[in-house]
């Protein structure tokens, strides 16, 4: 009994190295920027009010994720940086996928002033009320 018990999970553990569960020696990684399908800003009525960002982005196929995101401010005008990453040379189902993230920039912002928010190549602009 003890011995079956042991062969399954040695099957299960070598499967799992085999067909990429666990990578051996470790997998090159390619880095970039999202693709960008959708930014909606929303405005909280909270006091101070606060600016929050939906951002749905594309994956190019089943092994492509999220990676990252950064958010820089100048002045009035917001830059957020969306990558994604996918391991390079490996074979992946040729699906295009999303993802969605909601991003909080805060309250440090001004009555009346516009805003230009850029989200890698998505550009829009918002005033505060």
Excluded at 68 to 93: E, F, Y
């Amino acid at each position: 009994m003890k011995r079956t018990i042991f062969l399954i999970f040695l099957a299960l553990v070598v499967g799992l190295v085999w067909f990429g569960g666990c990578r051996p020696g470790g997998q090159e990684i390619e880095i970039r920027a999202a693709p960008i399908h959708e930014v909606r800003i929303s405005i909280a009525e909270s006091f101070p009010p606060q600016v929050f960002v939906y951002i749905k982005g594309g994956l190019a196929d089943g092994c492509t994720t999220f990676h990252d995101l950064t958010i820089d401010r100048s002045g009035n005008t917001i830059t957020i940086k969306v990558s994604i990453q996918q391991p390079k040379n490996t074979p992946c189902a040729q699906v295009y996928g999303y993802f969605e993230k909601n991003v909080n920039l805060g309250s440090q912002f001004v009555a009346k002033q516009t805003y230009n928010l850029s989200v890698n190549d998505y550009k829009t602009t918002f005033v505060m009320p």
